[in-house]
């Protein structure tokens, strides 16, 4: 199955500092900015913001 630019994998890198990352998908057309998101960082044991690294 091809990829598509469309829809490429994203690295979400942890603001706290611990360098634990997430890895998704976006959809490029509905969002071309840097995505941010509040995930739970487990290194830290609590929700902090997560951003896009590319």
Do not use: W
Not at 11 to 22: I, K, P, V, W
Not at 28 to 50: A, G
């Amino acid at each position: 199955m091809a990829r598509s630019n469309l829809r490429p994998v994203i690295r979400l890198r942890s603001t706290a500092g611990t360098g634990f990352t997430y890895v998704s998908s976006k959809n490029r057309r509905e969002h071309p900015d840097r995505l941010t998101l509040m995930k739970y960082d487990p290194i830290v044991r609590k929700h902090v913001l997560f951003r896009e690294e590319r």
